[in-house]
Structures are given as structure tokens and as C-alpha cells.
């Protein structure tokens, strides 16, 4: 076999590979919130690439290090580290999050970031696209929910092929996930569905990567993710203490 041929083989190895793609506002909301899902795509051997879309940010937990360089630069390392640790492939956009653009108009930042998304799933081509449901009311993720209805609207991506996800640790507040339903949904006029992904045989690893993005939860975040992925089973009718969840939205019908 001489090297043009392995790399034709290679090209149809990666041409054939299920492809999912990840839209996460910040660099952890992937690994946080389907964690266990991509963790699950990846032992089926699907290609699964993450945009991580608003990444240059200022935003720490630790207020003396709240600048942006130097914030940015921490936070890509541990984006980095987790998509290595997790094997998935990682794309950054060079948008800024919403505690750097506090004047920019938000329908010039929604066109913009909308046309950069569609042109990379063009390239990606994938499956499946999973989105936030902007549970928590926070900006970016809202943005980010916007988007993905618009890629939709536009037909970039069919709308079963769009997986709204639980923003975590926001979905663990009480009623928090009820309103981000009621509220996309009345947002957007359509109806949402559930679907329960089993992640407990990848909790664990989603466990230790959650605990990469250092600068950006305390303890009480992580337990969060763990006792409603815990809490998620009764819905499956599991007993077993053992056993975690996650859970993404569909739409009904259009
Ligand atoms: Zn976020």
C-alpha cells in the first residue's frame, strides 16, 4: 500500500463517521450539561465537535483574574485538556461572551454568529446538532438557543435533526427546566418533547473532565450535576442509585 492510497482510505474512514455537533455557549456548558451523551456518541465511534462559540471572555470565578487575556488563555487550556481527555474534537469561535460586549446590538451578534455556525456545518455535515434550551435565562445561552431555531428556519439543519439540552448546573434549580420549556416553547411556537439518555456507564469520565473547568464552578456545581442526573432516573423508572441521566428536547412536529 503506498501513502496516497492510505490517505484516500483515511479520507473515506472520516467520510463515513457519524458526525455530531455541539453548540455550547462557554467553554464547559458542553461537558457539563452532555457530558455523558458525547461520552456515549464517542464509545459508538461518532465523530462528535464541539463550537465553542463565545470564547474570549474575561469571565472567572475568581474576581482578580477577571482579565480578558489572561482569562481566555485558561479557559481554551482547559477546553483543550477536556476535549482530550473526552476525544472529541473541539472548534473555537472568536466571539466575545456577554460580559465583554456589553454595547454590541444583540440582532447584529445573533447575524453574525449564526452565519460563522452555518458556514462550519456546511464543512461538519453532522447528524445531529445539539443545542442549548437557554434553561437559566442566561444571555449567551439564550443567543445560542435563537441560533440553532434559525438554522432550523433557514433549513441549514432539518428540525429533527436538532437535541435541545438541559443547561447545567442551571437546570438543577427547582423548576428551573419547566420554565426554560414553557418558555422556549412559547418563544418559539412549538412543542417540546423528552428524551432520557442512560449515561451512567459514562458519569464517571464526565465527572473528572467537569473537574477540568477549575476556574469556572465551586463544589456545590459539581454535586448539582451529579444529584440531577441522580434525580433524572426516577423519570426512567430506575431504583437503582447507580444509575445517572441526561436529558435533550425535540421537537414535536412542524
Ligand atoms: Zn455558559
Redesign the pocket.
Known sequence: MNLFSSTTNMGLIVARMLTSVVLS??M??AVFSIGGTIGNLIIRKERVVVYNVFSVTSYVQNPKLRIAPFATTMRYGEEIVASILMRYNRRFFPFEDNYMRKNANPAIVTSRVEKSIRKNLNFDNPVRVFAPLGVGN?T??KLLSETAMKLVENRTIRWDQLLLYEDLPYSAKPNAVEKGIQSFQNKFGVKLQPSLVDVSAQFTLKMVVSGVYRSQYDTQDLRDLKNYARSLSQGANQTSEDRFFERQWTIVSQ
Do not use: G, L, N, T
Open positions: 455557549p462557554h464547559d456548558d442566561h449567551d445561552h
